[in-house]
């Protein structure tokens, strides 16, 4: 038995080493970061430890601006995205034919690049001198107004932002979910059915608990990555997104780091450290709520 245990520990050397260099080790120098206090960068020194570094992120009028925009654009997008795959995942595993087929064309989006799907995003939504884009001649067919969707209101930006990340996020979420569908036993179906059970019911009573894991775990990975979103508000707004007020709170970080305000490692790992706070505050959360909802 020790012999088994000395085998594990040396299997798992490896993994410690690379978890400790890359992931433990950034850590510690971010938070040790933050609480420099007037950090130079050419230099490498510092006036002071303290907590100003959180303090001047906390009254940052842009920084608050992305902390509103990351939570709304996870408060919208991580419920709707799941609740979408859920549906689509439910709908492909009751059709038979040309069902591959299906799952590969909602698969599609994932491994489309980025950029590019926001790209043909704003060719869709964005008004040009030339013409007011695909999206509002279809409004304007159906009776309504043109909507400036990318350089208009801050509602009309929200919303392509919400709808362009459900877009991106839903084929993984559906190819997770239609392979956990598929992995629960027939056999509580049949039962089901014998006892004359109503689809709606056997939805929420067998099906959903049954793949509750699954569900949960893409309700965490959902939530920390809209946390970390950047490059979708990049592909539609383009990179100065405090111009365009559609700033998260990774694209903060980068332009304390690297923007045309950059050069601050200390604001930018204050920031950094907020967000971790968030991050795992949240998942702690969903952690809890998941002892009584989850079955495994």
């Known amino acids: ?146 909507v400036d969707f990318i350089d208009g209101t801050y509602a009309a930006k929200m919303f392509v932002l919400c709808l362009y990340t459900v877009w991106v996020v839903l084929p993984f979420k559906v190819l997770i979910l239609t392979s956990a569908l598929a992995s629960v036993k027939q056999d509580y179906y049949n039962a089901a059915k014998v006892d004359g059970t109503s689809k709606a019911r056997i939805f929420f009573r067998i099906t959903l608990p049954m793949i509750s894991p699954t569900v949960f775990y893409l309700v965490i990975t959902g939530f920390i990555g809209a946390f970390k979103a950047y490059s979708d508000a990049v592909a539609l707004f383009g990179t100065d997104l405090n111009a365009a007020g559609m700033n998260t709170m990774v694209g903060y970080i980068y332009d304390m780091l690297y923007g045309d305000s950059g050069g601050y490692p200390s604001f930018a790992s204050a920031a950094a450290i907020i967000l971790f706070s968030i991050i795992l505050t949240i998942t702690c959360i969903n952690l809890l709520v998941s002892k009584k909802h989850v079955h495994y």
């Open 1 to 146: 038995m020790e012999n088994n245990n000395k085998k594990g520990w040396l299997y798992l050397i490896p993994a410690i080493v690379f978890l400790g260099i890359f992931m433990v080790y950034p850590l510690i120098d971010v938070l040790i970061y933050s609480l420099e206090e007037g950090f130079n960068f050419a230099s490498g020194e510092s006036y002071g430890v303290g907590f100003y570094n959180f303090s001047y992120a906390l009254h940052d009028t842009y920084f608050l601006q992305a902390v509103k925009n990351t939570f709304i654009l996870v408060l919208i997008t991580v419920p709707v995205s799941t609740g979408l795959a859920l549906l689509i995942s439910a709908g492909l595993a009751s059709i038979k034919p040309l069902k591959e087929l299906f799952q590969t064309i909602y698969f599609l989006p994932y491994v489309t690049n980025t950029l590019a799907v926001g790209l043909v995003f704003m060719i869709l939504f964005k008004k040009t001198p030339y013409s007011d884009g695909m999206v509002n001649v279809l409004i304007q067919a159906f009776g309504g107004s043109s």
